[in-house]
């Protein structure tokens, strides 16, 4: 299962302590003690994988490299390694200590959520034409730590949504690589899937059901993932008892839980028509378009329709 929503603690590393020495040539006896170096930042890094939070499951912390300390002949300590936490694109990092978030949206962005500390200075940095032998250093600096609320928002092109079992996975299967589980009995999906047709992302939401803006069921947990959707396309089940009152439920579902989800663009699906005849069909589509004037009517097994929802991708698409 997806994991979407952590918290963990980070921990920038230490800087490195700046050090006393002195040449030990008759000559010159002067300070020669370096500078500690800079411990690592931790940095999250923005990927395509949708499970990078699994790594969170158990593991509830991140630490960076500390600094190294500052040497001899003025030479400086090797900076700590970053320590760079692969996070999902779509991810927020909620900063709970600093109270400020950061929003990872593209592939390779990478974010510095906590920073690691300055290395000390050695007592070469402290020679002075009135204290040519300073016998003083400083310490590194502590790096910053951070409690971190890492939440998952998938970015898609398009979501899908409507209730279980009415031919969403079926559909992403059908025009993509990916493989959402499909049954004929009223199962929804435990987790967003994921499909790319040609520059389209699309977004396979788990089906919802009556209360779900009031967390019934695995609500807020899927419906957070509709907000940043571009365009919403909605299934109704041509073999629903009641297609119009589906339609209206979850829309209802949709406004309770945040209301400019229905300012999107959306689509309505009509799908499993094989289930009912023309006549039945066209007569759902047309209660539905008193509702929204985008009806399309689906059947997989329907070649022609398929072909229908395809055009509207690809318009969609030339539009982006």
Do not use: C, W
Not at 55 to 74: L, M, S
Not at 99 to 114: L, M
Not at 187 to 212: K, N, Q, R
Not at 218 to 226: D, E, I, P
Request: cysteine-free.
């Amino acid at each position: 299962m997806i994991i979407d929503d952590v918290k963990i603690n980070v921990k920038a590393g230490k800087g490195g302590n700046g050090m006393v020495a002195f040449a030990k040539t008759m000559m010159n006896q002067g300070p020669t003690g370096g500078n500690g170096g800079k411990g690592g930042n931790i940095i999250l890094k923005g990927v395509v994988d949708l499970g990078a939070l699994k790594q969170f499951r158990t593991k509830k912390g991140v630490k960076a490299e500390n600094g190294k300390d500052g040497a001899q002949n003025t030479r400086t300590g090797a900076d700590g390694k970053a320590a760079v936490v692969l996070v999902p694109v779509g991810t927020i990092a909620h900063d709970l200590t600093r109270n400020k978030k950061h929003d990872i949206t593209e592939i390779g962005q990478e974010i510095v959520v906590a920073e690691g500390g300055n290395g000390g200075f050695g007592n070469f940095h402290f020679r002075s034409s009135r204290n040519t032998t300073p016998t003083r250093a400083n310490p590194g600096k502590e790096g910053k730590q951070i409690d971190l609320r890492l939440e998952l928002k998938m970015i898609a092109d398009i979501g899908f949504v409507g209730y279980p079992n009415v031919g969403k996975s079926s559909l992403l299967n059908e025009l993509t690589n990916a493989s959402s589980r499909v049954a004929n009995y009223k199962f929804t999906t435990l987790e967003p899937h994921l499909g790319v047709y040609y520059e389209l992302i699309l977004a396979d939401i788990p089906g919802l059901i009556e209360g779900a803006a009031e967390g019934k069921g695995l609500g807020h947990k899927f419906l957070k993932h509709v907000e940043r959707t571009r365009v919403l396309f909605h299934f109704i089940a041509a073999d629903s008892e009641d297609p119009l009152l589906d339609y209206q439920k979850i829309r209802e579902e949709l406004g309770k839980f945040n209301p400019e989800l229905l300012e999107k663009p959306e689509y309505i699906i009509v799908s499993k028509t094989d289930e009912k005849s023309p006549e039945e069909v066209l007569k759902i589509m047309k209660k539905l378009k008193k509702e929204n004037k985008n009806v399309f009517s689906l059947s997989l097994l329907d070649e022609k329709s398929v072909e229908n929802v395809k055009k509207l991708l690809n318009e969609i698409k030339d539009k982006k």
